[in-house]
């Protein structure tokens, strides 16, 4: 059975960062893509991130391009996302995501917020 378990998120000021991870367990971690995803309040799911199964080649959206750095740690099965920079605009529950058939865990809370 496939579980993710993402952790990290809060709540932040402005320009503050933040660091999620994904936990993965129940397949083979090192063999698939995976992104992250997050969904606002009243939103619906906006990609953020994927990084393939290899070195870690990640590519970003441009709402978050420059701020958002993803990798993954294939030793501990778990995928990372550094947020700098954080703007209210961020404020989203945070999913980890498998490429290949799109499970996802029940997500992580960030909320920027002065």
């Known amino acids: 059975e496939v579980q993710l378990v993402e952790s990290g998120g809060g709540l932040v000021q402005p320009g503050g960062s933040l660091r999620l991870s994904c936990v993965a367990s129940?397949?083979?971690?090192?063999?698939?893509?995976m992104s992250w995803v997050r969904q606002a309040p009243g939103k619906g799911l906006e990609w953020v991130s994927t990084t393939n199964d290899g070195p870690g080649f990640t590519v970003y959206a441009d709402s978050v391009k420059g701020r958002f750095t993803a990798s993954r740690d294939n030793t501990k099965n778990t995928l990372y996302l550094q947020m700098n920079n954080l703007k209210p605009e961020d404020t989203a529950v945070y999913y980890c995501r498998t490429v290949s058939t799109g499970d996802r865990g029940k997500g992580t809370q960030v909320t920027v917020s002065s």
């Open positions: 129940g397949f083979t971690f090192s063999n698939v893509a």
